[in-house]
């Protein structure tokens, strides 16, 4: 007679989940001929590329890029953050400076505070340059982050609208607004603005990569490999398009495929734990329990609490002979994966 177990293998908090896990169905695996049943529900949690956080730019990164803005500079003296365009402030020498209405000296000194780590306090300096100038998109766009970076992400999707209503040809302001409907759940919104984004930006890696997030979870996870690839050719170091394309090539069967690209994507972060855990489970899918098992034990030495590592190891033990199953088990079980109970149940009396 044959053993069964429910073997939720690929219930991992990540991004791009190819398996079960939560709502998704576990899968009958067997002891005697070790098939495994591919799985057909598509479960995708977000949690790496979380989408209600605007901070692929750092605020060191903010302080540059408005440090380096092209167009008008910055007229010396300007402590009042004054805006008119068009005025001339006489410096002490050289020719007049005209003042950037965009830059004032209040958006400037709330990225610096939120620079020093006072995020929250940013945000009435920003507040103030748009008093002063009611049409500065970066003001609206740094408010917005620094909403996001406080909890605030219904403030920050207006002013980010604002930001765009003010200046709807810069492609960044898409991409962040892409990821605050996608954390919204509204897939269709987000994906319009990934294609504004792209269409501003052709070679716009990260929004590339968030359109194929929604892309795959919508189920279409051969459009979202092509998005994947056109991100990897523009960054062939982005080590999350690959895992991105990896569960995505292992949603759709290709378990190899999968183990490759991951494989690339651990290349250049060896110490990613969803690439090695999704890696484990394309193993256990393909029979090749020893990889797996090694899989999840790295993942256990970077992250000794990690449930998921332990239920999944005990299962490759469970399937190749070990009885090791059950001290994984028992592990899995106090850090809270409810799943291992039902296992040691079955299989550990």
Same mark, same amino acid.
């Given at each position: ?187 269709? #919104? !987000?994906?319009? +603005? *990934?294609?504004?984004? /792209? ?6 890696? $990260? %929004?590339?990569?968030? =359109? &194929? ?77 020893? #990889? !797996?098992?090694? +899989? *999840?034990?790295?993942? /256990? ?6 449930? $998921? %590592?332990?239920?999944? =190891? &005990? ?35």
């Amino acid at each position: 007679m044959k053993k069964l177990i429910d073997l939720g293998i690929l219930s991992i908090t990540g991004l791009t989940l190819f398996a079960c896990g939560g709502n998704a169905t576990t899968q009958k695996i067997s002891h005697t001929d070790t098939v495994i049943t591919p799985p057909d529900t598509i479960h995708r949690i977000d949690s790496i590329n979380k989408a209600s956080v605007l901070t692929d730019t750092s605020w060191s990164k903010a302080a540059k890029t408005m440090t380096d803005e092209k167009g008008l500079k910055m007229a010396p003296g300007n402590k009042k953050g004054e805006i008119v365009k068009g005025n001339l402030s006489k410096p002490n020498s050289g020719p007049p400076t005209m003042v950037n209405p965009f830059r004032p000296q209040e958006l400037m000194d709330g990225i610096k505070k939120a620079q020093s780590g006072d995020v929250k306090g940013s945000i009435p300096f920003f507040t103030e340059a748009i008093k002063k100038n009611p049409k500065n998109y970066n003001a609206y766009f740094y408010r917005a982050k620094a909403k996001v970076e406080t909890g605030d992400n219904q403030g920050a999707l207006e002013d980010i609208n604002l930001a765009i209503q003010n200046n709807s040809h810069e492609a960044l302001y898409f991409y962040y607004r892409g990821k605050l409907y996608s954390d919204r759940a509204e897939s269709n #919104l !987000a994906m319009n +603005d *990934f294609n504004m984004a /792209i269409k501003l930006k052709h070679d716009f890696t $990260d %929004a590339l990569n968030y =359109r &194929g997030v929604e892309k795959a979870k919508l189920g279409k996870h051969q459009d979202a490999i092509q998005d994947y690839d056109s991100a990897i050719l523009t960054n062939p170091n982005y080590a999350l398009c690959y895992y991105n394309k990896g569960t995505s090539q292992a949603s759709l069967g290709d378990y190899k495929g999968a183990i490759e690209t991951l494989t690339k994507a651990l290349g250049i972060d060896a110490k990613h734990k969803l690439s090695l855990l999704n890696r484990g489970n394309c193993y256990v899918q393909l029979g090749n329990y020893k #990889l !797996a098992i090694a +899989d *999840f034990t790295a993942v /256990i030495q970077m992250d000794p609490k990690n449930g $998921d %590592a332990y239920f999944n =190891r &005990g299962a490759a033990y469970y399937l190749e002979g070990d009885k090791n199953m059950c001290t994984d088990w028992k592990m899995a079980l106090k850090l809270g994966n409810t799943k291992a109970k039902d296992m040691l149940n079955k299989n550990c009396k």
